[in-house]
């Protein structure tokens, strides 16, 4: 018999536990030439804000030998053209998450009240990584009292969607998980991309970006999201946990999980091979039937040391 690769998130059941994450999927059904978009367990859009945004001047993507530093600056077209293309992709995936950012905490719940009419969608994923304007430019993710309202207000305001609240990496405690779980999140994704620059040795300046830095994701980043994934399962056992963070195969998803994921998302991999997607569920069925596993709930926090 085979093992049964079925994700229960309490919101939704999910057919296998493999993500696409957002900004490395599109906004739509961009990846439907490469690969059939109802195989992986759920898509992820691109984040999505109230107005369009240009992001920041390029080059916004600089890579590294082992993983990407971005600074795209979270560009997008806005809601209203966003939704005109998205019945494409719910008509095409299985499941649906919406990845939504404020520049002010009123436009995150503006955003998940839009979003609460919308057929198809499943869930929202709350994206904290961002600039609080009103506050001279602090991440609202810094920030737990702000995440609490945050996700309060989200959960409020999109009462038939899931609420995923995306944390920035874990670095010291947990204090923002538990205030997005405290406050109404259904789950949450640890983490994201983590603060990264280079030097671009012919410009003599740092990259990327004007800034000179962005967000480093892909393998560079697996282990930090591996023990990070750990240290929230241990300090939360009955979370709800997305993993996000340097996952490019099968054997990482499965490892994941064994950290103590419920599901993980795939992201920069996916610029390397654009089928990663369907490429990663295909071969989890002969990985875990090696390794002698009967289902995914089995094998979450497996690995923790007791
Ligand atoms: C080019 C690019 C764009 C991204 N855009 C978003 C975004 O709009 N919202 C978001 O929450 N995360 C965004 N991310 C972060 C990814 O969803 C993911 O959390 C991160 O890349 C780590 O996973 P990976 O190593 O599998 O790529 C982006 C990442 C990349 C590389």
Not at 280 to 296: A, K, N, W
Request: hydrophobic share 45%.
């Amino acid at each position: 018999m085979s093992a049964d690769l079925t994700v229960d998130l309490g919101f939704v059941t999910l057919s296998n536990p493999v993500i696409l994450a957002s900004g490395t999927a599109g906004h739509a059904d961009e990846l439907a030439p490469y690969m059939d978009l109802s195989i992986p367990g759920a898509i992820i859009t691109k984040g999505i804000s109230l107005r369009p945004r240009t992001g920041n001047p390029a080059p916004r993507i600089w890579e590294t030998s082992s993983g990407l530093i971005n600074s795209i600056g979270l560009e997008n077209p806005g809601i209203d053209v966003f939704l005109r293309s998205l019945p494409s992709l719910v008509s095409k995936a299985s499941v649906v998450g919406v990845n939504i950012f404020g520049e002010t905490v009123s436009e995150y719940a503006d955003l998940a009240r839009r979003l609460n009419e919308v057929d198809g969608i499943s869930f929202i994923e709350v994206n904290v990584s961002c600039p609080n304007v009103e506050k001279g430019g602090e991440h609202f993710g810094h920030n737990p009292d702000l995440v609490r309202e945050i996700t309060h207000l989200c959960r409020q305001a999109a009462p038939s969607k899931g609420i995923v609240v995306k944390v920035p990496p874990i670095i010291g405690g947990m204090d923002v998980c538990e205030a997005a779980l405290d406050s109404g999140a259904d789950a949450i994704t640890v983490s994201n991309t983590i603060p990264a620059a280079d030097v671009d040795l012919s410009s003599g300046r740092m990259v990327p970006g004007t800034a000179g830095r962005g967000g480093l994701s892909g393998p560079a980043v697996f282990p930090i999201t591996v023990n990070a994934v750990r240290q929230v399962r241990q300090a939360f056992p009955g979370a709800k946990i997305l993993a996000s963070g340097g996952a490019a195969g099968s054997k990482d998803v499965l490892k994941l999980i064994m950290a103590g994921a419920d599901a993980v998302q795939i992201g920069t991999v996916t610029f390397l091979d654009p089928a990663a997607g369907e490429r990663i569920v295909g071969e989890l069925p002969e990985l875990v039937e090696r390794l002698g596993i009967d289902s995914m709930s089995a094998a979450r926090g497996s690995a923790i040391p007791a």
